[in-house]
T-cell receptor, first 118, second 111 residues
Framework: GAVVSQHPSRVICKSGTSVKIECRSL??????MFWYRQFPKQSLMLMAT?????????EQGVEKDKFLINHASLTLSTLTVTSAHPEDSSFYIC??????????????FGEGSWLTVV | SQELEQSPQSLIVQEGKNLTINCTSS?????LYWYKQKYGEGLIFLMM?????EEKSHEKITAKLDEKKQQSSLHITASQPSHAGIYLC???????????FGTGTRLQVFP
């Protein structure tokens, strides 16, 4: 079946450095990819929506210069956390809308990425 | 912007009991998704509802969408420890294109 791959699944970085998380649709092309952040014991918070070849649409309160999203192709979107700080430590998860489904209802999720900033 | 409220926030039930989780939207829903998650892991797709009054079942889980398409419920019959986790309802919007989630319901099932 369709799979969305996130990489890395876990990453530890030093405060002040940048870290990139990839979201890749393995056997389908994605019209849209969504990036979420999840805090402990909380739901998924939508950070931004990205479409191939265009700028991402960020949700209110999400710093676009802090969380850089690049959607280079129909199968790959990346989230770069720039100048990371310990408060950026979190679980990040992406999802992708399958363009084969014209209703737009088919959305697959990655397994998520744990970011720890020390 | 659309908001999704889930209730209850958490639920602790004895194995074998039935339970219901509710999801209420501030706007008419275009599509309503139900997922299950263990915190820090990926989401498991349960069901997607789109039509007013629609009801779907899978094994012991039934989800309904009301006629007005602003409220959905997820019902688990004869709960088991394997049902434990976080249940999330998600609402799809077309314009702007986004998928947002409800506040989540943490379910614990004890033997």
């Amino acid at each position: 079946g369709a799979v969305v791959s996130q990489h890395p699944s876990r990453v530890i970085c030093k405060s002040g450095t940048s870290v990139k998380i990839e979201c890749r649709s393995l056997d389908f092309q994605a019209t849209t990819m969504f990036w979420y952040r999840q805090f402990p014991k909380q739901s998924l918070m939508l950070m931004a929506t990205s479409n191939e070849g265009s700028k991402a649409t960020y949700e209110q309160g999400v710093e676009k210069d802090k969380f850089l999203i690049n959607h280079a192709s129909l199968t790959l979107s990346t989230l770069t956390v720039t100048s990371a700080h310990p408060e950026d430590s979190s679980f990040y998860i992406c999802s992708a809308r399958d363009r084969r489904d014209i209703s737009g209802n088919t959305i697959y999720f990655g397994e998520g990425s744990w970011l720890t900033v020390v | 912007s659309q908001e999704l409220e889930q209730s209850p926030q958490s639920l602790i039930v004895q194995e074998g009991k039935n339970l219901t989780i509710n999801c209420t939207s501030s706007k008419t829903l275009y599509g309503l998704y139900w997922y299950k998650q263990k915190y820090g892991e990926g989401l498991i797709f349960l069901m997607m509802l789109q039509k007013g009054g629609e009801e779907k079942s899978h094994e012991k889980i039934t989800a309904k969408l009301d006629e007005k398409k602003q409220q959905s419920s997820l019902h688990i019959t004869a709960s088991q420890p394997s049902h434990a986790g976080i249940y999330l309802c998600g609402a799809a919007e077309l314009i702007p294109d986004k998928l947002i989630f409800g506040t989540g319901t943490r379910l614990q099932v004890f033997p």
